[in-house]
């Protein structure tokens, strides 16, 4: 008995590190997700006065269009966290297919709970100053 609340209990939290299925279901096949469309992706780009080599944090990255896009664009260099698995294989294998995946990293995970050692380590080898 004790082996099936532990079982149960691992579930859940490997249920809680994903985002609710139904949301997978509608959403997975979205590059971008809304309020966004491509050519507001490309008006904030130019908004920020994005250059080559900046270095972008997206925590809520999800399938990765933005740091992908901008990476291809304006040659970022970037980190996104997402806290759904389907996400986060759908955005790096974004990256493989624009061909930035050396400029763009992809983590699965819940952003409240990352480490500060992760983001030094990150500055360090991906956006030293």
């Given at each position: 008995m004790t082996r099936g609340i532990a079982d149960n209990v691992r579930r859940k939290e490997t249920l809680s590190m994903d985002i609710p299925r139904i949301f997978t279901i509608t959403?997975?096949?979205h590059r971008i997700h809304n309020p966004f469309t491509p050519e507001k992706l490309a008006t904030l780009g130019v908004a920020?006065?994005?250059?080559?080599?900046?270095?972008?944090?997206?925590?809520?990255?999800?399938l990765g269009e933005m740091l992908c896009t901008w990476a291809r664009d304006y040659g970022i260099i970037?980190?996104?966290?997402?806290?759904s698995l389907l996400?986060?294989?759908q955005a790096r294998r974004r990256a493989e297919e624009l061909g930035?995946?050396?400029?763009?990293?992809?983590i699965h995970g819940d952003a409240?709970?990352?480490?500060?050692?992760?983001?030094t380590r990150w500055r360090?080898?991906?956006?030293p100053c």
């Open positions: 959403e997975s096949a920020l006065r994005l250059e080559p080599g900046a270095r972008v944090l997206d925590l809520g990255s999800g970037s980190l996104g966290v997402d806290m996400f986060t294989e930035v995946a050396h400029k763009v990293r992809f409240a709970g990352l480490k500060p050692t992760l983001m360090e080898k991906y956006a």
